[in-house]
């Protein structure tokens, strides 16, 4: 399987077809069991533990279905978290937040923390934290699952306006058809095996 740069794929099965699994190779989090995964013309098998979290932080951005924000944090810290562990300055970390929370019509919420924030408002702050190291390429799975209608819709179309002005390349588990229509391509799985 080969994904292009600025292509929004949606992978789409039966649950238990494998669907996560595949995300989680791609993202580095599971080991697979043969083949090659390349990455922005990096092959990970050859990295080591270290420089995998490293390549990880910097290069894959992870939206998932829960949000998983950090409660104690606003939606401002919560966007920080990846580029301070990337050990880039606070002052630059910072304002690529802000410019990513306004541009997705977060500006009047920076200071909110996450219980503060509706359930739309919280996935549009994942994503602004997912976006913050410039990675290429975002795994999202399931990252509408969780929202009611209006909200899923805006998601969705958000993920491609994100494509035009970052160029951002998107790889996206979902049992949404819609969603899957709206995509470049979908890849089918079955058992674990692509189908199409």
Not at 69 to 88: M, S
């Amino acid at each position: 399987m080969e994904i292009g740069s600025g292509e929004i794929i949606s992978i789409v099965g039966a649950s238990g077809a494998g669907k996560t699994t595949l995300l989680q190779i791609i993202g580095t989090l599971l080991q697979k069991d043969r083949g090659k995964v390349w990455i922005d013309n990096e092959d990970i098998d050859s990295f080591r533990e270290k420089q995998l979290a490293k390549f990880r932080n910097l290069k894959i951005g992870f939206v998932f279905q829960f949000h998983h924000l950090l409660p104690e944090f606003n939606a401002l810290e919560n966007v920080c978290i990846p580029g301070f562990i990337a050990r880039r300055g606070r002052r630059e970390v910072e304002s690529r937040a802000r410019e990513l929370l306004t541009f997705l019509n977060l500006q009047d919420r920076l200071e909110h923390k996450p219980a503060e924030l509706s359930g739309g408002e919280q996935q549009r702050v994942a994503v602004a934290r997912a976006l913050i190291n410039d990675p290429a390429v975002i795994l999202a799975d399931e990252p509408s699952g969780n929202l009611d209608s209006q909200n899923k819709k805006e998601l969705h179309e958000m993920f491609f306006v994100l494509r035009e002005k970052f160029k951002q390349t998107f790889v996206i588990v979902t049992h949404d058809m819609e969603l899957a229509g709206m995509s470049d391509r979908k890849i089918r799985l079955k058992d674990g095996q692509i189908i199409s």
